[in-house]
């Protein structure tokens, strides 16, 4: 039997990662990563996805993920 | 009689916004801001460090209220602007953006017409605009005719400390503007505060001259009072300026 060969997305233009068993939509990825949502933002090649969609959005293979968060400014 | 400074609607007692940035230490910042009496505060998005999430500014600043104005810093074209203030929207929950594009390095120059372009959709889209800009009063008029809330005219070049370089115009886009008018950038001083305040600014945003001081609480209090002084001069009316000297004394009776 074939194995799948699991999905693989970049975090912040850096990191290129293994999607874990199971993870299969954003708001999952976003637990793999063990991020704070709290007061983020994320985008999928560079579209942003709104918070309330990311249980229903589906990550493909090669997938851009951008996340960010505030940090200090003037 | 004094009123209070209200943008879009959300009213400020204090009319000393404060930016986040360049503060050597978070609770250094915090009590810096709780000694200003700032009641907005300025900060930037930035892709998370994934490896490291322990910039956590946002925790004091919502604890203790404080308006969030999210800026758009790093972003060289309107098409960069507009979509960080859709990330800021969506980060922070806030429509607030202080719109600003500065595609040069060196002196971090507002880029005026991509700034129009941007604030011109942003305001479609339903954000509060705050443009950072040059202190041109036609620009100040336009950006105010797409429905800025408000415009921030700079007083010279962002962290320069050089204070109000452009002092001539802003006096032209207070004079003529309909919405409040605030100092940004190049205040380092308090004095440069107090001079805003009485040639009738609504406010100044100060960053590198708190945040750098040896001590930003005891900063953060001199600019506090220098520009409830600065406001209270300007409401009070301001003598004019004489080229010649006019006795405050009487000049003829002691010889008489």
Known sequence: ?74 | MESKLTIAGHQFDSRLFTGTGKFSHPRLMEQALAASKSELVTMSLKRVDIARQDDDILGPLLANSMKLLPNTSGAKTAQDAIFAAHLAREALATNWIKLEIHPDPKYLMPDPIETLKAAQTLVKDGFVVLPYMHADPVLAKRLEEVGCAAVMPLGAPIGSNKGLVSQDFLQIIIEQANVPVIVDAGIGAPSHAAYAMELGADGVLINTAMAVSPDPVAMAKAFAGAVAAGRLAYLAGLGQVNQQAIATSPLTAFLD
């Open chain 1, 1 to 74: 039997m074939q194995q799948i060969k699991p999905l693989r997305v970049s975090i912040n233009q850096h990191n290129t990662i293994e999607l874990s068993p199971g993870v299969e939509h954003l708001h999952e990825l976003l637990e793999q990563l063990s991020i704070d949502t709290s007061h983020v933002a994320v985008a999928v090649n560079n579209h942003i996805i709104n918070q309330d969609m990311w249980l229903l959005h589906v990550l493909k293979d090669n997938d851009q993920i951008s996340v960010f968060g505030a940090i200090a400014g003037g």
